[in-house]
């Protein structure tokens, strides 16, 4: 079909540009020169924008147009939907309005590290303000099914609505009120090896040896080290993660790296059929966080998984730690303010919280200047926990004042359908004691990554585990893992 | 002037893919994963070519002629020669053939490593005859004054033709010969240090060390690892070199960093007025390594600098040498058949046997067949030495696979501007043995930094030290430093 070919003859240079911003900025998170900041920014600003300025090209969005009528396979039809997706964001949301948004945005992120360090939410409460009346004007740009919210939603998390979020969340909610309350009060919410220092270097050798036996491939994939951990795709061939180091509680950077392996995984084995085209990259930020989760909690956490750890950590960290530690040092539970050191029982209340904030506030209910208390009422109820100030509250997330309204709930339904992959892989637990990573990569490859964007998440899921998202799976592991 | 403005503008876009792409070049020599290079050569080709449809946008040509007409001072007529310089290259030689020689270089490249391992020049021979070829119509297609060759050495070295070489070039051939003869009969070949082993976290810091001393500025500049030395501009505020470590003989890195910092200092000491626009990069390969050279064998190799060294090196790398041995360590003349491993003082003779060569080639008066017999008794006419194979005769340099016929004159040209800076500049000695690298600095920005590509080299020369190059500085250099 000659219009799928001048359509991806076109969409080549967008990928181009891309992939070098993403190398700009995999480069300025790693081993950029402090002093630069300024100038980096200008250059990757610059090539968005003529990303931007070829994805809007007219006679480019009339092929998509063509195409989406014309469509004669899924590769065509998931072309179609993803660019039309972008098409759509830019073209809908006026340039100058973007602009305007953008500006505040570099603005907002400063001022929340400011509020953040003198623990004050009055100083940022202006600028979150502003963010949530540009994201409301932008949900009516772009349109919604039930809620403004949706808008936002769908940026991150294609085709889902508070109609799907709310009754999940709901039932999560109960569900795990539940569990939380059985297993705290049998289970450990401390462990020795939180304050067990660590070598830094055999602590990065260990990273790589785990790496290495889980199928990192270093030919292709680099692992450093940066303030956060993250995963970043720089094409098909180069993908890169980060970790870091802590000196102690050596989980932290290993727990990580294996996360963020989860994440490569899935962006290293996309078909490569789709390499180049608007299909290649992986569907959604729950679709991602299902699989950096999915070895995180789902694999790292069996004891089959500690039993293969014993010997590395005793080898090559020298931490005399067996099997049995390790299993219980990485599945303590305790609750804490912070959403990102909380436990896997916890972790989904934190997103909730955030989850009914954020829709409340885009959907008028709420203000800004309110969100501190109902932020610490709800902590009371859903952990019976205070935070001991706005620091470690309403301010600890960056994500609001980078405008990611809508973000928070693909963390929720990654940890979910990473119990639901698990229960639908017959005998994971087998394969891991038989170092057999092997065959999960390629169970995940098959079910999951070859597809790259070619589906919408929720027609995914539906066709690699015949349902839709459901809790019950993580319920499930939490139930046989905390007895 | 609102042509300038409409210029800039239209620039900017180029000035930001040139950043990106330098990005990407630094990343594949320093961190990228091995098995990455195909898909990072389609991405940086993609955006050089999206370079050239910006450079040879007709509207914006048609500014670039009328602001030749227009302009009213030193930096518009700067911006006009140096963009009209970029658009003639362009526009003169048709696309097809610039593509067809692109893809021929790149295969190239692969045939001369293969040739050069198995020291078989006449596997190179057929592809080095279709460079020359291609280079002979280019230079048709660019013009020249008095030979094809002029239209090649002025894509490296602005504004020079034969006419400036032969005669240069035969002065200091007579004059070196009669210092070499000289220094020979007196001089060192050899240096114990040569074979002493170092540390390499030592060497690291050493090199570290000595760069911060000498006001390498690591909040805008970084220093990594590659195959092969390079300094290269990511922006004015990110500038990065690289060095090599090889176990011992450790004047190999530290010089390399010396002479890298050259490099950078220039590209960082440009005029910030000048960011953004065609007039910020240093303006000749030829001036570019007069500032390295500078750093290198005008300064490193004094007495006073190596007294700077001598605790460092006790200190810091714990080897036991004197200043007068590390003196000696690096003024070893002794003639090798080897350019990249080449003291100062045979150095030249390389470079004038390559020029001869590939000026007589171009001009049609050798055959590629022939150069190896040619190459070999040059070398035994200038130095009295004889290359076992043709690996380590003329086979041993990359540059003519990559099509950089043209290139080799101007590092002699650094040579002899470097040592004629030096006369200009009173008290140098002085300074070093102060430690005041900072006066330094000064005077290279205020004498050639700062301008960028404003002037022309020649017309650069003229102004800040009132005479062409001129060779007799270097000769003087020789004449004072070995005796």
Request: net charge negative; no cysteine.
């Amino acid at each position: 079909m000659d219009l799928v070919k001048k359509i991806l003859d076109h969409y080549e240079k967008i990928w181009v540009l891309a992939k070098a911003n993403a190398v700009l900025e995999w480069d300025s998170e790693t081993y950029m020169p402090k002093g630069e900041t300024k100038e980096r920014g200008f250059i990757t600003s610059k090539i968005e924008s003529m990303i931007q300025d070829l994805m809007t090209d007219k006679e480019f969005i009339k092929w998509v147009e063509q195409l989406e009528e014309k469509a004669e396979n899924d590769f065509e039809k998931g072309i179609a939907r993803v660019l039309k997706r972008s098409i759509y964001y830019y073209t809908k949301i006026p340039k100058k309005e973007l602009e305007e948004y953008n500006k505040l945005i570099v603005e907002a992120v400063r001022v929340w590290e400011d509020a953040k360090k003198k623990s004050d939410f009055n100083r940022f409460a202006p600028y979150l303000e502003k963010i949530v009346e540009f994201k409301r004007k932008f949900a009516e740009y772009l349109g919604y099914k039930y809620s403004p919210y949706d808008a936002l939603l769908d940026r991150y998390e294609e085709g889902y609505t508070v109609k799907d979020i709310d009754p999940l969340f709901n039932r999560l909610k109960r569900d795990l009120k539940k569990e939380y309350e059985r297993i705290k009060e049998i289970w450990h919410d401390y462990h020795w090896l939180e304050n067990e220092p660590y070598n830094r270097e055999r602590m990065e050798l260990l990273n790589k040896t785990v790496l290495s036996m889980i199928g990192f491939d270093f030919n292709h994939m680099r692992l450093d080290v940066s303030a956060h951990p993250f995963t970043i795709e720089l094409g098909l061939y180069d993908i890169r993660i980060t970790t870091w180091y802590h000196k102690k509680d050596f989980r932290r950077s290993l727990l990580a790296v294996i996360h963020e392996f989860g994440h490569a995984l899935y962006e290293r084995q996309i078909d490569e059929k789709l390499w180049k085209t608007p299909l290649q990259g992986g569907v959604s930020l729950g679709i991602h966080e299902s699989q950096s989760r999915f070895w995180e909690i789902v694999v790292a956490k069996t004891k089959e998984f500690t039993q293969f750890l014993e010997p590395l950590v005793k080898n090559i960290l020298k931490i005399d730690a067996d099997s049995e530690d390790l299993f219980k040092y990485f599945t303590i539970v305790r609750p804490i303010p912070i959403r990102v050191e909380s436990d896997d029982v916890t972790y989904n209340f934190h997103i909730i919280l955030r989850y009914e904030i954020e829709r409340d506030l885009i959907e008028g209910k709420i203000d800004v200047r309110d969100i501190p208390e109902i932020w610490n009422e709800k902590m009371e109820q859903y952990l019976g926990i205070k935070p001991k100030n706005d620091s470690e509250g309403a301010l600890q997330d960056i994500h609001w004042s980078l405008g990611a309204i809508g973000y928070f709930p693909t963390y929720t339904l990654g940890n979910l359908i990473a119990a639901q992959i698990k229960y639908n892989f017959p005998d994971l637990e087998t394969h891991i004691e038989n170092k057999n990573f092997a065959t999960i990569r390629e169970y995940l490859r098959e079910k999951i990554h070859k597809y790259g964007s070619m589906y919408e998440p929720k027609v995914l899921l539906e066709k690699s585990f015949g349902e839709p998202v459901n809790e019950k799976y993580f319920i499930k592991l939490l139930r046989e893992r905390y007895r």
